[in-house]
C-alpha cells in the first residue's frame, strides 16, 4: 500500500506543503521497511521531521492567532505519543505493522486533508 500525495492537499505554506509531500515518501518509506533495522532507520526519519514540521506549523498557527491552534497542537502532541509507542515496538522486535499503516493512514489521509485543510482556509483569509 502506498500513500499518494494530491494537491488538494495543499495548505497554501510553501514550506508546510513542501513537508507534508516530504512525509508521505517518508511514510512510503516506512511502509516498504523489510526488517528491523530499516524500520528503526525510517521511524528516526519521521520523528525527526515531525517535531520540526510540526514546530513549524505551530509557529504559524501562532503567529496567524489561529483559533483551532490547541486542539490542533493537541492532535499533534498524540501524534507523537503514537510514534515513541511504535519507536518501542520497533526497539523490541514487536511492532504490528497495522499500526504503522493505522498511523501514516491517519495523519495523511485525514489529518493534513482535514485538520490542515481548517488552517488552510484560515491562511487564506489572513493578512500575512
Known amino acids: 500500500m502506498a500513500l499518494q500525495w494530491k494537491d488538494s492537499y495543499r ?15 517518508l511514510a512510503n518509506d516506512f511502509l516498504a521497511a523489510r526488517d528491523q533495522g530499516e524500520l ?3 521511524a528516526m ?10 514546530g513549524h506549523e505551530e509557529a504559524l498557527m501562532g503567529k496567524l492567532h489561529f483559533p483551532g491552534r490547541q486542539s490542533h497542537v493537541a492532535w499533534h502532541d498524540h501524534m507523537i505519543e503514537r510514534l ?5 515496538a ?30 488552510s482556509r484560515y491562511l487564506a483569509n489572513a493578512d500575512t
Open 11 to 25: 495548505i497554501g505554506d510553501a514550506q508546510i506543503d513542501a513537508q507534508h509531500r516530504h512525509f508521505f515518501d
Open 40 to 42: 528503526t532507520a525510517c
Open 45 to 54: 526519519a519521521i520523528y525527526r521531521h515531525t517535531r520540526e514540521h510540526f
Open 84 to 88: 515513541n509507542v511504535l519507536s518501542l
Open 90 to 119: 520497533i526497539r523490541a522486535g514487536t511492532l504490528n505493522k497495522q499500526d504503522l499503516i493505522d498511523l501514516t493512514e491517519d495523519w495523511a489521509l485525514h489529518h493534513i486533508p482535514v485538520h490542515d485543510a481548517e488552517l
